[in-house]
Nanobody
Framework: QVQLVESGGGSVQAGGSLTLSCAASGNIISISFMGWYRQAPGKQRELVATITRGGNIDYADSAKGRFTISRDYAPNTVYLHLQMNSVKPEDTAVYYC????????????WGKGTLVTVSF
């Protein structure tokens, strides 16, 4: 089992910056990759950025050049961050942290999400 808790959401004006964090605990050694997804009102959940265990990073086109995903470690915890710069109103969404385990069949673990609201 993997537990994920997001933090750092809030309200920000367009053009500003915000950093989201996710703390992963539990069977973290089993996690193959982690990522950030978001879901805007009335829309499907979509990829923002992912990072593999080996450090390979992938961004959605909407995030390239503006968002940065990073990861650091503490005893029994992995922290996943999303630095959001030059935010736009269309970045308004609930942001979810994902931890995926691939061994023995894929299992996805999600946090409860953190709301980001970008105003004009």
């Amino acid at each position: 089992q993997v537990q994920l808790v997001e933090s750092g959401g809030g309200s920000v004006q367009a053009g500003g910056s915000l950093t989201l964090s996710c703390a992963a605990s539990g069977n973290i050694i089993s996690i193959s990759f982690m990522g950030w997804y978001r879901q805007a009102p009335g829309k499907q959940r979509e990829l923002v950025a992912t990072i593999t265990r080996g450090g390979n990073i992938d961004y959605a086109d909407s995030a390239k050049g503006r968002f940065t995903i990073s990861r650091d470690y503490a005893p029994n915890t992995v922290y996943l961050h999303l630095q959001m710069n030059s935010v736009k109103p269309e970045d308004t969404a609930v942001y979810y942290c994902l931890g995926s385990v691939l061994s023995g069949g894929r299992r996805d673990y999600w946090g409860k999400g953190t709301l980001v609201t970008v105003s004009f």
